[in-house]
């Protein structure tokens, strides 16, 4: 069983008041707002509603999982809502950290330390992550963008640094 089984995880894409938010978001502007402010409101929603809501999904339609993965420098958990992108029976997460200028860090994290925990929900499951093949990253590309069009805007602004993607199998 694949990990969207395992978390019943699924991304329907953005009704149109939803676009609307995500035509915000995608501007230099939004971007820079909420990279700095959007997962400070996510973790305590998600948290108080236990993982039914969070800001993400319900403004924007964003598919969003809770990651859980190990520092790479400090060697604590850190916990980050990431979107998450169906490929196969898998899930992907694109490092676009909202088209800044640096990588996120739960990339670095998950680069380090392949091992790492995905919750949707109400459902948790233990993952290991792996660097997606060429062909997996155009398909990554194609269908984030259906669920989030900033990300052909990123696409094109992020060109100072590779763009990390991952693919989340569930851990044997």
Known sequence: MGLQATLGFHADGPNPVQRGMQSVAQTKQGSWFFQRTLYRVDRPV???????LM???????LPVIMLTSTGAKSGQLRTMPVMGVPLGEDIALLGTNFAQPSAPAWSFNLAANPQATAAYRDRTATVIARAATDEEREAVWVKATEL???FAKYRQRITERPVRIFVLEVAP
Do not use: I
């Not at 998600?46 to 039914?52: L, M």
């Not at 800001?55 to 339609?61: E, H, I, P, R």
């Open 148 to 150: 989030y069009s900033g």
């Open 55 to 61: 800001l993400s999904t319900v403004a924007a339609g």
């Open 46 to 52: 998600y948290r108080w509603t236990g993982g039914r």
